[in-house]
């Protein structure tokens, strides 16, 4: 085994870690993600050691990971890494599809070369690459490079229409500039795009059934409360939830308790929610401490008329088919934000200083929550994004939604907002990026445009 010298880059980079409290901003944070490529560098490493030990693990006690002692060789690495072994796991699968022949790895770098690149650069973690690769691997181009059956209702999907190459590198740009959270929403749009509408109501079903709460008295007088819900049961309790934590947060703000000892936590907040739903459920006729929720359904109208297609319910990351939701809207007598649909003053000038819940509802449905992080709409408020004060109009241009950390944060750094084709920007301040470079809002990070995947070529990677 070779030694380790004083050469060594990764002692080079330690020494530089360890001497950079008087760097200058800039020099830290260059020196943060020259580090954090570092370990991407080695985790690329780690997961062909753990490719290589997957040829070499036949099943049975023949294999190698069963002569060590484990009962797969997910288990073996696992406990080398001392991850998990669902992180092992990912590893494993990003080093085969990379690095192994294609025998080992159906539907490797050949299938999927811009998501091979990206990876091999060190610009996506394990995580994104083994998400995104399972998601690209239902596309019928995929499917029929390896071999594989391909559905004809599939083919007929939206996502499923386009070559693969377009839907692979645009999906690769976006993952690339995400953090993991968005990644998974991205994904989830993926899937539903290259889903039929019968097989997503068939997924549906199949959670419905498997929903479950139990209720259980712990020793200390506690109750425990455990439930797994289907995306349409669980909404109009996370809506009633999060609309009591915000009235919560919101009067701790306007008591200045932030911070305090007494302060309840999230956790204990959706607690005293939950109290305050059973409590109302059981018939009291008191008001309902001024909390106001509401289920909002997004789907365009030619999806609502027909069942067909896929739309969106706040606060639930997986879309949802469109039968379903136009049965859902109207067993709850709820009705729909349709997608075209317009009629009321959704414009009031300077003279009203508070959006409207018309407006609200409007904004909420271009921004489909914050602007820039994806919070649900009962998470945020909407905001001027030129103050009122300063002459800002209170209309649709001038409106965009954003949760309150969101909201402090970029009026704290002096972030600017604007609006290009329909879609929000943020500019960040010449102290953070100097050529003040607009970044796309969170619904541009995880959605699809025609524009983008036409764009998108199978040229290949740089």
């Known amino acids: 085994m070779a030694e380790t010298t004083t050469a060594d880059p990764l002692d080079g980079l330690r020494a530089r870690v360890e ?50 002692g484990f009962r797969g060789i997910d288990q073996l690495i696992a406990s080398e890494t001392g991850g998990t072994v669902a992180e092992a796991e990912r590893l494993r699968v990003m080093g085969t599809a990379l690095y192994g022949t294609p025998d080992d790895a159906p539907g490797g770098a050949s299938v999927l070369p811009h998501l091979a690149y990206a990876a ?16 690209l691997m239902r596309h019928p181009d995929a499917r029929d490079m390896d071999g594989l059956p ?7 999907t939206p996502l499923g229409q386009l070559p693969l190459a377009r839907v692979e590198k645009t999906a690769v740009d976006k993952a690339v500039i995400s953090p993991l959270k968005t990644v998974r929403s991205l994904v989830a749009q993926l899937e539903a795009g290259l889903t039929p509408p019968s097989t997503g109501k068939e997924q549906y079903e199949e959670l419905y059934r498997a929903r479950l ?24 309790l996370l809506a009633a939830l999060d609309g009591y934590m915000k009235k919560q947060f919101r009067e701790a703000r306007q008591d200045g308790a932030d911070g305090a000892d007494d302060q309840p936590t999230p956790g204990q907040m959706r607690a005293d929610g939950l109290g305050w739903l059973g409590r109302h459920a059981n018939g009291c006729r008191q008001p309902h401490d001024a909390v106001k929720t509401t289920v909002n359904i997004r789907i365009s109208l030619a999806d609502l008329q027909t069942g067909h297609g896929y739309g969106e319910i706040d606060g ?25 649909t317009c009629g009321e003053v959704l414009d009031h000038g300077y003279a009203e200083r508070l ?15 914050c602007a820039w992080c994806g919070a649900p709409p009962s998470h945020c408020d909407v ?31 002096g972030w600017a907002i604007r ?15 100097p050529d003040q470079r607009p970044r796309p809002g969170y619904q541009e990070r995880i959605r699809f445009d025609q524009a983008e995947l036409v764009e998108a070529s199978r040229a290949g990677p740089p």
């Open 419 to 433: 609006f290009r084709q329909g879609s929000p920007e943020f500019i960040p301040p010449a102290s953070i990026d």
């Open 213 to 236: 709460a139990t209720v259980r008295e712990e020793a200390n007088g506690m109750v425990r409360l455990t439930a797994m819900l289907d995306p349409l049961t669980a909404a109009p």
């Open 316 to 340: 639930i990351r997986r879309p949802m088919p469109g039968s379903l939701l136009r049965w859902y809207a109207a067993d709850a007598e709820m009705i729909p934000t349709v997608l075209g």
């Open 19 to 68: 001497a950079s409290g008087g760097l200058p901003e800039w020099d830290a944070v260059a020196l943060m993600r020259e580090a954090v490529g570092r370990r991407r560098e080695i985790e690329l490493v780690v997961a062909q050691m753990a490719a290589r030990l997957a040829v070499r693990s036949d099943p049975g006690r023949a294999g190698i990971a069963s002569r060590q």
């Open 150 to 156: 391909v559905d004809d209702a599939v083919r007929a």
């Open 355 to 369: 959006f409207t819940a018309a407006q609200r509802r409007a904004i909420a449905q271009r921004d489909r929550g």
């Open 120 to 135: 091999r650069e060190g610009r996506l973690s394990a995580d994104k690459f083994v998400l995104l690769r399972e998601v």
């Open 383 to 413: 905001h001027h994004i030129r103050y009122w004060v300063d002459g800002g109009r209170t209309d649709l241009d001038n409106g965009i939604m954003l949760c309150v950390t969101c909201h402090h944060w970029i009026h704290r750094d």
